[in-house]
């Protein structure tokens, strides 16, 4: 069974940093994907990032392209969002995600498998 757990969430202040975490059990990296998805409170589930752990290939939104770097570390099933120069739009609940097959992309029907989440606030 897929299990992805998320951790590193927290209160930032903008122009701060935070590492978001997200261990997978059930399934190796190796030749899988992992997507980072947020949601804000009424708005529609928005892709983030994703990662081939096969190849390294990656793949960001606009919104944070520049500012948010996903790299995976095969040995620990693990993959990660350093998230810098933080802005207060970026304020959500942040879901990491796996799809049952090859999808290598942003949108969230493509994914199968979600983690619970964990809250990122960026307030002064």
Same mark, same amino acid.
């Given at each position: ?9 927290? @209160? ?10 997200? *261990?997978?059990?059930? %399934? ?8 980072? %998805? ?21 793949? &960001? *939104? ?5 500012? %948010? ?5 095969? *040995?620990?099933?693990?993959? &990660?969002?350093?998230?810098?120069? @933080? ?6 609940? &942040? &879901?990491? *995600? ?5 999808? %290598?992309? @942003?949108?969230? @029907? ?15």
């Amino acid at each position: 069974q897929v299990q992805l757990v998320e951790s590193g969430g927290g @209160l930032v202040q903008p122009g701060g940093s935070l590492r978001l975490s997200c *261990a997978a059990s059930g %399934f190796t990296l190796d030749y899988n994907v992992v997507g980072w %998805f947020r949601q804000a409170p009424g708005k529609e589930r928005e892709g983030v990032s994703c990662i081939s752990s096969s190849d390294g290939r990656t793949n &960001y *939104a606009d919104s944070v392209k520049g500012r %948010f770097t996903i790299s995976r570390d095969n *040995a620990r099933n693990t993959v &990660y969002l350093q998230m810098n120069s @933080l802005k207060p739009e970026d304020t959500a609940v &942040y &879901y990491c *995600a796996a799809p049952s097959s090859w999808y %290598f992309g @942003l949108q969230a @029907l493509g994914y199968d498998y979600w983690g619970q989440g964990t809250q990122v606030t960026v307030s002064s």
